[in-house]
């Protein structure tokens, strides 16, 4: 284990070993997750998302340009512009400032670029005394920590512990108290350093071009003391931030706090162009003061430029750090982002890091990514920050390669005639520790040290003696449906049939049952016989060689196929079709328009039964009602959009009693391979999810993803619990063979 992974793996264990860790994570993400989604309930953040999309590709695209225009402004102005190039050039030009001026004290607000370029042991080492008035700085600084999350930095500190920092310097027993009385505290102990401070340094979360303004948002006072007290005021700004005028500002404005915290707008935005010439004129005159006397703008590069000349990754420009994509994501919400990220946290961070602070400091976070892209759909810039995930997955893995264990299994699955051999095999050597049964439970594979964390929590499905392809092919399973139905709008269709691995070689059953339902609406099912894995695996592994060879495979297995629709029920599979193969394709011009041609008549089975049969309402609803909760699987919900469809099916054509349960669309914990990397953290986002299906009270739970299926049925076996997990279409088909 090389250095790195060495050190990832010591936080790692040392975050899912704290209590501290797991009670702060859990008071506060929710809570910043519940507030933004109240502030943008109304419907209105997809056009709104759009819109600030556009508005920031074409700040982007105007880049090089905006960067001229700024600089000559805020010169014009009175400030100093300095461009930096590095982060040591960006300290550098900092300290040089400094010691010119004799600066003996420094003031901080909260700054990002700050942390980016280690600011703060830089300017120490010269014997300059920095102090931070941002609470939640002030906090990690005191505990010699960096910040865990964009906009909150000691999120990851409970209140009991930061009353025994606050405490430890103030000298007071501070147990017990309240956060209005910490508070109270910080405020006694910084004053001093804002009237004494010597240079004030910021960040800035817009910078206007045509004005050479900069926009500070905080909702504490002491950004603008920072900016207004001290007679020099030094602001650092990713060039990334500039935006051409006023117009584009107000836009990020918009969604800035409201995706941050919740708030439709911050307590304080401030607008500073030039030296003595805040637009805290108020807030000014109240102290005496008007301003710094000097104003110096340091725009940093540090891997920008080359971001912006990255087209995999000139996206990520776009951001404006609210921070909102940690909030969603799962694994972040267990281990903090002390873990899931480097000096940037919180999936942003894995996209940015390699270019800020280089591959090698996101080579083991980035493994902690499920792919659930849950960060993009609240991303108010609309970065596809999952597929940057898995491109900085792939560079990592083209470069450092991938563990001996997960490569061979991989090669296994680019192999068809292999990967069968290999399935067979299984099946027959997995006797002693699945005792013939459905799940592997041996009692001494769980004391293994592996295979414990691995099955202590969930059971793992043992492989089928017959998968579905030879069912089909011989006809021996049970593929005949026990009624048909009338009204359905898709009858005489010919449906190619792909399964995907997990139900064609761990869950026929599942397959018989999307095979009966097709044949009931009266379609003629095809089983194309040269199909294999998609290829999803080996993308989410960043294997992007094996990648390649198993969606060329795929593709030319379903091409020609004679079908109206290619459909599987796996939405993974659809996602990694329709989303996947493009990308990976982009350097093969001549398969581009093969995978084109497949994803027109490609469809997921819940899209298919909702939008294109077009069931009546009632057209399977029995005698009893059945009470069931859904698990949206991640791709489904979060890449396919779908969201009213398995309620319809359920509520309104089987007229069954749905109950939602909490967070219906939080990952379960599965993320491929993830479970099976991670296994101590896809239990704990694993435990969350089955405790909100407990909740609900109904026995049955329905998704239409295997991956999901496989792990939620695992914890439930596992625990003993009286839970049928199905996939939409076995509930669909009982619906049919009980008569409605």
């Excluded at 900069?214 to 500039?242: F, Q, Y």
């Excluded at 198993?550 to 079908?563: K, P």
């Excluded at 896809?682 to 405790?691: L, P």
Aim: glycine content about 8%.
């Amino acid at each position: 284990m090389s250095g790195t992974a060495a050190s990832f793996q010591k936080r790692l264990d040392a975050a899912l070993a704290s209590p501290d860790l797991e009670t702060a994570l859990t008071r506060t993400l929710p809570n910043l997750r519940n507030k933004r989604n109240a502030t943008l309930g109304d419907g209105s953040f997809p056009e709104r998302q759009r819109r600030l999309r556009e508005i920031k590709q074409r700040c982007i695209e105007q880049l090089p340009q905006l960067v001229e225009q700024f600089c000559e402004e805020a010169t014009k102005v009175g400030c100093a512009v300095h461009r930096a190039a590095s982060a040591e050039e960006a300290r550098q030009i900092v300290g040089r400032i400094a010691a010119e001026r004799s600066v003996k004290l420094v003031v901080k607000s909260k700054s990002m670029v700050a942390e980016e370029i280690h600011l703060n042991p830089y300017l120490e080492k010269q014997g300059i005394q920095v102090v931070e008035t941002d609470l939640g700085e002030w906090i990690i600084q005191l505990a010699g920590e960096g910040p865990s999350h964009l906009i909150a930095p000691a999120l990851h500190k409970t209140r009991e512990q930061i009353a025994e920092l606050l405490g430890k310097v103030s000298g007071r027993d501070l147990t017990g108290a309240t956060n209005e009385e910490l508070v109270a505290v910080a405020r006694a102990q910084l004053r001093e350093s804002f009237i004494n401070a010597d240079m004030g340094i910021t960040g800035a979360n817009i910078a206007i071009a045509n004005t050479g303004t900069i926009v500070l948002v905080t909702n504490e006072g002491n950004g603008r003391l920072v900016m207004t007290l001290p007679p020099v005021h030094v602001a650092l700004i990713g060039v990334e931030k500039i935006v051409p005028s006023l117009d584009e500002a107000m836009e990020v404005l918009k969604l800035l706090a409201p995706s941050a915290t919740g708030q439709k707008i911050s307590v304080y935005t401030s607008f500073t162009t030039g030296p003595s010439r805040s637009a805290d004129i108020e807030n000014s005159l109240s102290i005496g003061v008007h301003g710094p006397k000097e104003v110096h703008i340091v725009l940093v590069d540090n891997g920008r430029w080359a971001m912006w000349k990255d087209p995999d990754f000139r996206e990520a420009l776009q951001c404006i750090r609210c921070g909102a994509c940690a909030n969603v994501c799962p694994p972040y919400q267990v281990v903090g982002g002390h873990v899931f990220g480097h000096i940037y946290t919180g999936p942003i961070g894995l996209a940015v890091t390699a270019f800020h602070h280089g591959l090698e400091n996101v080579a083991e976070p980035q493994s902690l990514c499920v792919s659930c892209n849950a960060c993009e759909t609240v991303c108010p810039a609309g970065i596809p920050i999952a597929r940057m995930i898995l491109d900085v997955r792939r560079r990592s893995v083209a470069e450092h390669g991938l563990p001996w264990v997960k490569r061979k299994a991989i090669e296994t699955l680019a192999d068809p005639d292999g990967f069968d051999r290999a399935a067979h095999l299984g099946a027959l050597a997995q006797t002693p520790v699945t005792q013939a049964g459905r799940f592997v439970q041996s009692p001494i594979l769980r004391q293994l040290p592996y295979f414990k964390d691995l099955l202590r929590w969930r059971s793992l499905p043992a492989l089928a003696h017959v998968p579905l392809r030879e069912r089909f092919a011989n006809q021996t399973g049970n593929l005949t449906p026990a009624r048909r139905i009338t009204g359905s709008a898709v009858a005489g269709k010919r449906i190619a049939y792909f399964s995907g691995c997990f139900t064609d070689r761990l869950y026929p059953e599942m397959g018989e049952a999307v095979v009966r339902v097709l044949r009931a609406l009266d379609c003629d099912v095809y089983f194309p016989p040269g199909q294999s894995c998609c290829g999803l695996p080996a993308i989410n592994a960043g294997d992007g060689k094996s990648a390649l060879t198993m969606i060329q495979q795929t593709i030319q297995a379903l091409e020609n196929v004679e079908a109206d629709y290619i459909l599987s029920a796996s939405a993974s599979c659809i996602v990694s079709m329709l989303q996947d193969y493009p990308r990976y394709l982009v350097d093969h011009p001549e398969w581009l328009p093969r995978a084109d041609r497949l994803a027109k008549r490609v469809i997921d089975f819940t899209s298919f039964i909702a939008h294109e049969a077009r069931l009546p309402n009632g057209a399977l609803a029995g005698a009893s009602a059945l009470t069931v909760t859904v698990h949206d699987s991640c791709q489904s919900h979060n890449c396919l959009g779908l969201k009213k469809e398995p309620r319809h099916l359920i509520e309104d054509v089987m007229g069954h009693h749905l109950v939602e349960m909490a967070d219906s669309s939080a990952c379960c914990g599965f993320g491929g391979s993830f479970s099976f990397e991670h296994p101590r953290v896809a239990e704990r986002i694993a435990r969350r999810k089955i405790k909100n299906v407990d909740a609900t009270g109904a026995p049955i739970v329905v998704t239409d993803n295997p991956g999901c299926i496989m792990h939620l049925r695992g914890i439930a076996a596992a625990s003993k619990r009286h839970l049928q997990v199905l996939h939409l279409a076995e509930l669909i088909d009982r619906s049919i063979a009980n008569g409605g």
